[in-house]
């Protein structure tokens, strides 16, 4: 509704003069506006084209022969070539190493989500010595080069027989994805109301059901989207299980792929590197599009709070 201001009464040589400059000002400040909003929106479709582009050419080449890869490669395929996907599948062994994956990843994720909600439950909540030290920890933790922990990490592995291991990469995955978790949630805690679990700790209940049944369904949508960076940053890893795990039979996609690009040296199965590709693909995809307005209200609730 478009409200107008009440002109005062009384006559019409004692009212104020309009101002005559209002109304270009408003002109000017109206067409700035819509000259940014241009140029966002023309940013940020150019931004779309960028992240868009490459992926969709991705799917198109998975569907070609090697011949039409390197002979029009800007082409849409003359027919769809399934069994690239079935090659990389089975002869790629592509199965083992997506199997391989979601075993490291799933475990890690709950891992991490569980360890770190309850650390970063302690450190927003309750005020002890120590407390500010711990958090900054966590928070050095995020700068340290993973590069640099490498060989040390790799002795400690092989003293707890842990190389060449699901277990071990697991644990590593655990503890390269802590300090960002706790990190995270703990900004995230801090902006959830207090007077529920006070209630909660007037009724009787304990710290343990408190954070289980009260605290963590609250701190939904944070978990999802700390989830969602997580699954990005283990689901690609590469450096960790390259010096971790040797063992052929217990290779992640990132090294499968790898390995499916180098296996035959200067003929490389192209076709084949593509469709696993977008294999590796679908699941961050997929897991991003499900979750995408949990990502979005975990990361604006402390904004808004």
Request: proline letters at 6%; charged letters at 10%.
């Amino acid at each position: 509704m478009k409200t107008t201001d009440i002109p005062p009464a009384g006559p019409i040589e004692d009212r104020p003069p309009v101002s005559k400059t209002a109304a270009p000002a408003v002109k000017a400040k109206s067409s700035e506006g819509t000259t940014l909003n241009v140029f966002s929106h023309g940013v940020l479709v150019i931004w779309a084209i960028m992240v868009v582009m490459p992926l969709l050419w991705a799917v198109m080449t998975s569907f070609k022969d090697d011949n039409s890869i390197f002979s029009s490669p800007w082409s849409l395929p003359d027919k769809l070539h399934f069994e690239n996907w079935s090659r990389a599948w089975g002869q790629a062994h592509m199965s083992q190493y997506f199997a391989n994956t979601a075993i490291v990843v799933g475990c890690s994720l709950v891992g991490t989500l569980v360890l770190g909600s309850m650390a970063a439950y302690v450190l927003a909540r309750f005020d002890f010595p120590g407390n500010r030290f711990i958090y900054f920890l966590f928070v050095g933790g995020m700068s340290f080069p993973i590069m640099l922990a490498l060989v040390p990490l790799f002795y400690v592995m092989q003293n707890l027989h842990l190389l060449n291991s699901l277990q071990g990469l697991i644990i590593a995955y655990i503890a390269y994805s802590l300090p960002f978790t706790v990190f995270f949630l703990t900004s995230f805690f801090r902006t959830l109301p207090t007077s529920i679990a006070e209630a909660a700790f007037v009724d009787g209940a304990s710290h343990t059901r408190t954070f289980f049944q009260i605290m963590l369904p609250m701190a939904k949508p944070g978990l999802i989207s700390v989830g969602i960076f997580n699954f990005l940053g283990q689901w690609n890893q590469y450096m960790l299980p390259t010096v971790l795990n040797t063992d052929p039979d217990k290779r992640v996609l990132a090294q499968g792929l790898v390995e499916l690009a180098t296996s035959q040296g200067y003929k490389g199965d192209w076709s084949g590197l593509f469709a696993g590709l977008v294999m590796a693909m679908l699941p961050v995809l997929g897991a991003y599009i499900i979750f995408q307005r949990q990502v979005v209200q975990g990361l604006t609730a402390g904004a808004l709070k």
